[in-house]
């Protein structure tokens, strides 16, 4: 295995993380809300709710920040080798996946283990475990 050197982040990789950690501390601190962006994202799919602003601020924020963070400097454009029949049924898969586990990677593993949850414990090694299968069947088994 090698490091590509020049992708290699650690500082800003842990900035990152910390910001998403003290953000959702402050949501379940100040809101008592989850920080799973499943579950924000289903609360404005079902009936209308009296709390819709603030799920449409955190996804905007979700969808906004990469965005300003491209106009203010490099911008972040992520190689997915993969079509667009691909990308929307892995995301519908992901989809399902998060409704049979209630929850989803950021639910579960920033928000539920930090609250010592063994269910998000189970849910996040096994998200890990699926990805870590995923990876290793499609790049040696499959040739990709």
Not at 51 to 78: E, M, N, S
Request: with cysteine.
């Amino acid at each position: 295995m090698s490091i590509d050197i020049a992708s290699f982040t650690p500082g800003l990789s842990l900035a990152g993380g910390l910001v998403i950690g003290a953000a959702a501390a402050v949501l379940v601190l100040f809101n008592g809300r989850i920080a799973g962006i499943s579950g924000i994202l289903g609360g404005l799919l079902g009936s209308p709710q009296k709390d819709a602003g603030w799920r449409v601020a955190f996804l905007a924020g979700l969808v906004g920040a990469p965005a300003l963070a491209g106009l203010l400097g490099k911008p972040i454009a992520p190689d997915i080798q993969a079509g667009w029949g691909e990308i929307l049924a892995a995301g519908f898969l992901v989809g399902i996946g998060t409704r049979y586990a209630s929850g989803c990677t950021s639910g579960h593993g920033v928000c539920g283990i930090s609250r010592g949850s063994i269910r998000s414990l189970v849910a996040t090694a096994t998200f890990m475990a699926s990805g870590f299968l995923t990876v290793f069947v499609s790049r040696h088994l499959l040739g990709g």
